[in-house]
């Protein structure tokens, strides 16, 4: 009996000191004031009725929540040392009464108190000292050692993944996952409470397309990468979040995998080791006229071969290789990482590089002519002599031209300066007459334009003209289950492809130049079995050359001849059908002709959006005048297929703006 009164004793001392301890903490701690134990009490018993609780404490003293606990589960809890601490619970949603007291206990194993259960009582002791004070996330403040337990509950992101991720970022403080709640506590100076609050509110945001990575910087400042990284991104705005820990010098990415490559790239481009990292900063750059990825390239080029030049000097002398120029080709702009020196270095050089580039509007003519018709224009060519007509250079007289042509053996060719001179920009460009001598036949059978196309590109750029139909080939056949036949078709492209690349020098312009046609030349039947089907007959004629043209010149391409043979039958009706006899009143002839594939073209350099409309205006007339007919646009037997590729992306807007100029004249 004694001894059962010694315990009661002994209980009602330590639940003596219990209410002493809290009194004084109440008395304390002013932000508790309102947290007395008639609140406490209240909200215990009303949670209790419900089997749910809602926490919504702000840094609680740790005898508080002991109070509270008690009331809330019906637990006796005995305190064998004074509780020393707060902490924070703040939840979105009720938790249940068994997840409330393991969140208790978790918060009291995260400062170093066991917690040990004797049946009738719980029993609170002092494991060990509190670990030494960590370092702080921020700059300290006015209570930046005093500890805090904070208990957070995510409401999108795993725990497994935040718990991985504050791992990495936490140095000294205490993490403890609790995966029942999906909670996590965490015991830390009240700063870097503050800090992690942050963090765990960027972390917990993440939708279920996006990935969180955590980077830890070497040589650059946390806030300003991840300014430059804002700036250089700027398209992705919407699907990117980025997250700075200045004192810790990392930065939280949020986004999803293929951006996340793409910024783990330039990381590492941008965090590279500097001199004189104090002296450094980002700055961006953003071009007008030229390719981000080509200039950084000329750039880091340089940098290199200037830097194998250096070798065996003292590093002490040398600066070389200490900035980094990256490419965004989504802004195309450049991120340059310098100080104020390198920067204005780089920049002329980058501005020179950066500068306007002329154009060149190519105007091409193709057309077909007869061999027969070649001769026709050769009798009335020595008819009507040079008067009006046009002169031929570079070797070529009126007698070769057309004996060249018909033979396949002619190329290339320049016309005269016989024609109309126009002037644009202050220069003088020529229009020749060569269409005159295409206009001998205007009422004749033997001449087709197939098509006037025309192109703007820059300088140094490919561009490509494909004139051509789409033919299906069959390529073999098969047998479904019923023994049907299916024949398998393939695609292929039959018509003129022509390739340009120029390059100005001067007044002059050098071409390089790739011409392909491809045609059907007939048909044949192929046997499978005893099924037979018909398969078209292509013949490929091919030209690579360079050339030098002058300005608004005109370069003929020819020699690229085809044969084509044409079978006719004529009888008697009624009687040329009848069997046998039939083919006595029957009439059939072969005849065959070949057909010559010219293409002038004519370069014109453009030194401003005015000149294309001079230009333009000229190449109309001598259309019309190819025509035969005023106003009239170019029909014909033109193939049906027209596509116009310029392999040019840098100042596309300008360039497509100002073709649509003179586009609409010739659709």
Same mark, same amino acid.
């Given at each position: 009996?004694?001894?059962?009164?010694?315990r009661i004793?002994k209980f009602?001392?330590?639940?003596?000191f219990i209410?002493f301890s809290?009194n004084?903490?109440?008395?304390?701690?002013?932000n508790?004031?309102?947290?007395?134990?008639?609140t406490?009490?209240e909200l215990a018993?009303k949670?209790?009725n419900?089997?749910?609780?809602?926490?919504n404490?702000?840094?609680i003293?740790?005898?508080?929540?002991?109070?509270f606990?008690?009331e809330?589960t019906? !637990?006796?809890?005995i305190?064998?040392?004074n509780?020393?601490?707060?902490?924070?619970? /703040?939840?979105n949603?009720?938790?249940?009464i068994k997840?409330a007291w393991?969140?208790y206990?978790?918060?009291?194993?995260?400062?170093n108190?066991?917690v040990i259960?004797?049946g009738?009582?719980v029993?609170i002791?002092?494991?060990?000292?509190v670990?030494?004070? /960590?370092?702080?996330?921020n700059?300290?403040?006015?209570?930046s050692?005093?500890?805090?337990?904070f208990v957070y509950?995510?409401k999108?992101?795993k725990l497994?993944?935040?718990?991985?991720i504050l791992?990495?970022?936490k140095?000294?403080?205490?993490?403890?996952?609790y995966?029942p709640a999906?909670?996590i506590?965490i015991?830390d100076?009240?700063?870097n409470?503050?800090t992690l609050k942050?963090?765990?509110?960027? +972390?917990?945001?993440?939708?279920?397309?996006?990935?969180?990575?955590v980077?830890?910087?070497?040589y650059v400042?946390a806030r300003e990468l991840s300014?430059?990284?804002r700036? +250089?991104?700027?398209d992705y705005?919407?699907s990117?979040k980025?997250?700075?820990?200045n004192?810790?010098?990392i930065?939280? /990415?949020?986004?999803?995998?293929?951006?996340?490559?793409?910024i783990?790239?330039l990381? !590492?481009d941008?965090d590279?080791?500097p001199?004189?990292?104090s002296?450094?900063?980002?700055? +961006?750059?953003?071009?007008k006229?030229s390719?981000?990825?080509d200039?950084?390239?000329?750039?880091?080029?340089?940098?290199?071969?200037?830097?194998?030049l250096?070798?065996?000097?003292?590093?002490?002398?040398s600066t070389?290789g200490?900035?980094?120029v990256v490419?965004d080709?989504?802004?195309?702009?450049?991120v340059i990482y310098?100080?104020?020196?390198?920067y204005e270095?780089v920049?002329?050089l980058i501005?020179?590089?950066d500068?306007e %580039?002329k154009?060149i509007?190519?105007?091409?003519l193709?057309?077909?002519?007869s061999?027969s018709?070649?001769?026709e224009?050769?009798?009335r060519?020595?008819i009507f002599g040079t008067?009006?007509?046009a002169?031929f250079?570079?070797g070529l007289?009126r007698d070769?031209f057309f004996?060249?042509?018909a033979?396949g053996? @002619?190329?290339?060719?320049?016309?005269?300066?016989?024609g109309?001179?126009?002037n /644009?920009?202050?220069?003088s460009i020529l229009f020749p007459?060569?269409?005159f001598?295409?206009?001998?036949l205007?009422k004749g059978?033997?001449f087709n334009?197939v098509s006037?196309?025309k192109?703007l590109?820059?300088?140094?750029?490919?561009?490509?003209?494909?004139v051509s139909?789409?033919?299906? @080939?069959?390529?073999n056949? *098969?047998?479904d289950?019923?023994?049907n036949?299916?024949?398998n078709y393939d695609y %292929?492209?039959v018509?003129?492809?022509?390739?340009?690349?120029?390059h100005?020098s001067?007044?002059?312009i050098?071409?390089?130049? #790739?011409q392909?046609v491809?045609?059907?030349i007939?048909?044949?039947?192929?046997?499978v079995?005893?099924?037979s089907?018909?398969?078209?007959?292509t013949s490929k004629?091919?030209l690579?050359t360079?050339i030098?043209?002058?300005?608004?010149?005109?370069?003929?391409?020819g020699?690229l001849v085809?044969?084509?043979?044409? %079978?006719?039958m004529?009888?008697?009706?009624l009687l040329? #059908?009848l069997p046998i006899?039939?083919n006595?009143?029957?009439?059939r002839?072969?005849?065959?002709?070949k057909?010559n594939? @010219?293409?002038?073209?004519t370069?014109?350099?453009?030194n401003?959006?005015?000149?294309?409309?001079?230009?333009t205006?000229? #190449?109309?007339?001598?259309v019309?005048?190819l025509?035969?007919k005023k106003?009239e646009k170019i029909?014909?037997n033109?193939?049906e297929?027209?596509?116009l !590729?310029?392999?040019?992306?840098?100042n596309d807007?300008q360039?497509?703006?100002?073709?649509?100029?003179?586009? *609409?004249?010739f659709e």
């Amino acid at each position: 009996m004694g001894q059962y009164l010694d315990r009661i004793l002994k209980f009602s001392i330590v639940i003596l000191f219990i209410f002493f301890s809290l009194n004084i903490s109440i008395a304390k701690e002013g932000n508790n004031s309102q947290l007395n134990l008639d609140t406490l009490l209240e909200l215990a018993i009303k949670s209790k009725n419900s089997g749910k609780v809602l926490f919504n404490f702000e840094k609680i003293d740790l005898n508080l929540l002991t109070y509270f606990m008690s009331e809330l589960t019906g !637990k006796n809890i005995i305190v064998n040392t004074n509780l020393k601490g707060e902490a924070s619970l /703040v939840f979105n949603e009720p938790v249940s009464i068994k997840q409330a007291w393991d969140i208790y206990t978790a918060i009291l194993k995260a400062r170093n108190y066991n917690v040990i259960d004797k049946g009738n009582y719980v029993e609170i002791v002092s494991n060990r000292e509190v670990r030494d004070i /960590v370092p702080p996330l921020n700059k300290p403040t006015g209570n930046s050692t005093k500890l805090i337990t904070f208990v957070y509950r995510l409401k999108n992101a795993k725990l497994s993944d935040v718990y991985r991720i504050l791992a990495r970022i936490k140095r000294r403080g205490t993490i403890a996952p609790y995966y029942p709640a999906n909670v996590i506590v965490i015991t830390d100076t009240e700063d870097n409470i503050k800090t992690l609050k942050n963090i765990l509110s960027f +972390i917990d945001s993440i939708d279920s397309q996006s990935e969180i990575k955590v980077y830890k910087l070497k040589y650059v400042n946390a806030r300003e990468l991840s300014t430059a990284l804002r700036n +250089i991104l700027i398209d992705y705005k919407n699907s990117l979040k980025i997250f700075s820990v200045n004192s810790l010098n990392i930065i939280l /990415v949020k986004a999803n995998s293929d951006l996340l490559q793409k910024i783990d790239s330039l990381i !590492k481009d941008l965090d590279s080791s500097p001199d004189n990292l104090s002296l450094r900063k980002f700055w +961006i750059i953003k071009l007008k006229n030229s390719k981000a990825k080509d200039i950084a390239k000329v750039i880091n080029q340089l940098l290199r071969n200037a830097k194998i030049l250096s070798k065996g000097k003292s590093a002490n002398n040398s600066t070389l290789g200490k900035f980094t120029v990256v490419a965004d080709e989504s802004t195309n702009s450049l991120v340059i990482y310098a100080n104020q020196s390198e920067y204005e270095a780089v920049e002329k050089l980058i501005k020179e590089l950066d500068k306007e %580039k002329k154009q060149i509007l190519i105007t091409v003519l193709i057309t077909e002519v007869s061999q027969s018709a070649l001769k026709e224009i050769g009798v009335r060519w020595q008819i009507f002599g040079t008067q009006g007509g046009a002169a031929f250079k570079g070797g070529l007289s009126r007698d070769n031209f057309f004996s060249l042509s018909a033979s396949g053996s @002619f190329v290339a060719g320049g016309i005269s300066s016989s024609g109309v001179n126009v002037n /644009v920009n202050g220069s003088s460009i020529l229009f020749p007459d060569l269409l005159f001598l295409f206009s001998l036949l205007e009422k004749g059978s033997g001449f087709n334009v197939v098509s006037s196309p025309k192109i703007l590109v820059l300088d140094n750029t490919e561009a490509q003209i494909n004139v051509s139909q789409v033919i299906p @080939f069959a390529t073999n056949v *098969k047998y479904d289950v019923n023994g049907n036949p299916i024949i398998n078709y393939d695609y %292929k492209e039959v018509g003129l492809i022509l390739k340009t690349k120029p390059h100005i020098s001067g007044n002059n312009i050098i071409i390089e130049l #790739h011409q392909e046609v491809n045609d059907v030349i007939g048909f044949e039947n192929a046997q499978v079995g005893n099924l037979s089907y018909i398969v078209p007959k292509t013949s490929k004629r091919q030209l690579d050359t360079v050339i030098t043209v002058k300005n608004g010149k005109t370069i003929v391409l020819g020699g690229l001849v085809s044969k084509k043979t044409v %079978k006719s039958m004529e009888g008697v009706p009624l009687l040329s #059908h009848l069997p046998i006899i039939g083919n006595l009143f029957k009439y059939r002839s072969e005849s065959s002709d070949k057909t010559n594939l @010219f293409v002038f073209i004519t370069p014109y350099i453009i030194n401003k959006p005015e000149d294309i409309a001079k230009i333009t205006e000229e #190449h109309m007339k001598l259309v019309k005048k190819l025509q035969g007919k005023k106003g009239e646009k170019i029909k014909g037997n033109v193939i049906e297929t027209r596509e116009l !590729k310029n392999t040019n992306s840098a100042n596309d807007n300008q360039s497509e703006s100002l073709y649509e100029d003179y586009q *609409k004249y010739f659709e």
